[in-house]
């Protein structure tokens, strides 16, 4: 196989015989006669980035060991790829059908897995896919621990001379930067600030790219470069993934911290669909919420921290949504009628609005300029995508701004004032690999040093949940960590690598319930801490926090029902009545692949140890495939099952059944 990063970017003719893309030679060659030797690219974090120009950037470099190529940029995206047999039936179909047989994924990503990429070709990223590239030497060693709202000024330190961007054509010809102008306006006021020249703007139209018109078009003469081939492979979108019990837990404890006529700040993931589903139920079926609710937590309805902070209630005036992300858990509550809160760029105005003083010209100032969601960059499904083009223009009574990472991520100086009245009631919602007792947070790395993921903006919104005054700073995490047969607590006493510091602590939120620890001494921190950590675990933290002195007890019965048993038994009947569906914000599996994805799950827990495997391959053995039902026989033609396969292959399927018939929906 040649590597991808000798393979020159092509077209195919109707003939199938490739034809070299004049344009994007042309492109290439004013590149490297504007940089010379030393091609300094950023390029957009996630969506934004344009694979095909920078695959043949990157093939060209690799050819010439005259040149240097450095690519700045976080988040290059890449379709899965599968493992072993099992995973490969399953992956390749959806694979093929959801990212498209022609998805051209980034070479130099693939390359630096694998740490194959040539010396000449450096690749320096600030939030890496999370746990993709562990593994990695060369993106270990050029990882950029940054905050996210300094990454221009990083990216500008680096001395970037070119930029290429994936944009959007509007209608009157205009470009949108659409998914990602979150660093492009900052990295050029940045190189500016260092009296750099400004890099040459290269931009590639892709026409599946919503077209934003607030806060991120420009006119086409702001590009050097503009390329529009047609056709380009579909945008990658992110397949939604299933949402567990002890998830949807967290999200509801979460939702009860949400107050009406607030801002929002989420992320992306299971967590983050599980508190968007809560809010939709609060928003819509009030009644079963507060049963459900009333299930998980009894004592919510008569909490000083939800009555202070949250509520139980409908939304009546509705939420902000100010998110470097948006995902499609704002596409969710919008359509829901949670998303509803419009801020205008006025502060004295939005203070009157907010009162219920407002004049007829803030009346008449939001119905004008009121925007109901800022974004700093956008990544999800190609349903939110369908939304983003509905909204994305600057009529739509929805009104969207997608805007500078700076504006976003932090208050600023010269309109911290306006910031801070917009955000009124802010709740940044954020997720982490572990906790500590103490309150510190694990999100992006390993003890080792090696980095997980990457800070991105998490600092900054637990440092803005500090500064504004009614705001607070969340932290979700599971209780514990599942890796193969083991299972270890997450919430641990100390550890080796720290995101948040203890000092920023506020809210930690686990499948057990809600710790405040806000202003709270060490001790209080402990024992609330505790009380949301998996009971197998408990005592034996708790006597490290007696040993060091920092308890002089603890009391067992705050953790005695912190069981997954006692999670399933709360939880499981409201999911037979479908009101926590296992996919709340829709699926891009078909129902069958559903049914293996479930199957697949359980079958890779079974056989993570020896005597788990042993145990699975004895009932295989025994299985009668002939009692089998059509949606069981179902699965197995989707995985290319046909009875007719050698005996390890009829093994792995016999093995597929039982797991199937261990995870059938009740």
Known sequence: MSDPLLHRASRVSPAGAPTPDAALDGAIE????????????????????????????????????????????ALSLSRPRARSGLERRFLDPFVDRHFGADFEDPAWFLAQQRDALPPNIEVQEFYLP?????GSRQAQQHYASLNYTHAARGIAARGCNIIVQAVARGPDGRLSLSCNPDLTFDLIDALAARDLPRPLMVAEVHPDLPYIERGASVDAGFFDIVLEPAPLPPLFAVPRQPVSLAEFAIGLYASTLVKDSGTLQIGIGALSDALTHALVLRQTRNADYRRIVDALWPEAATSRLVGENGGLASFER???????????????????????????????????????????????LREAQGETLHG????????????????GSADSPFRLRMTRISEINQLGTDDAPLRT???????????????????????????????VSGVGGQYNFVAMGHALPDARSVLLFRAVRESGADVSSSLLWHYGHTTIPRHL?????????????????????????????DGRFMPALAAKAVAAGKLDRADPTTWARNTPEAIEATLAPFRREGLLPEYPIGSDFTTVEQDLVRALGRLKRDTATRSGKARALWGALWLDESTADAREDAAIARMDYDGREAWREALERKLLRAALRATRPS
């Open 130 to 134: 999370s746990g993709a590239l562990l």
């Open 421 to 451: 009245v917009q955000r009124r009631h802010a709740r940044f919602i954020n997720t982490t690999m572990m906790q500590t007792v103490l309150g510190a947070a694990v999100s992006d790395g390993l003890a080792d040093g090696r980095v």
């Open 505 to 533: 602590r506020d809210i930690a939120i686990s499948e057990y319930g809600i710790a405040d620890l806000r202003d709270q001494g060490d001790a209080d921190c402990i024992r609330a801490m505790l009380a949301i950590g």
């Open 30 to 73: 004013r590149m490297l006669t504007h940089a010379g030797h030393r091609l300094v690219v950023g390029a957009p974090l996630g969506l934004g980035k344009p694979h095909r120009v920078l695959n043949a950037l990157c093939s060209r470099i690799a050819t010439d060991a005259s040149r240097h190529l450095t690519i700045l940029s």
């Open 376 to 391: 700093g960059f956008f990544l999800g499904s190609r349903e939110l995508y369908r939304w983003l083009q509905r909204i």
């Open 318 to 364: 509705g939420l902000f949504g100010c998110s470097e992300m948006v995902m499609d858990g704002f596409r969710v509550l919008a359509e829901a009628g949670v998303l509803k809160r419009a801020v205008v760029p006025d502060a004295a105005a939005q203070g009157r609005l907010d009162a219920g003083t407002a004049t007829p010209a803030d009346l008449a």
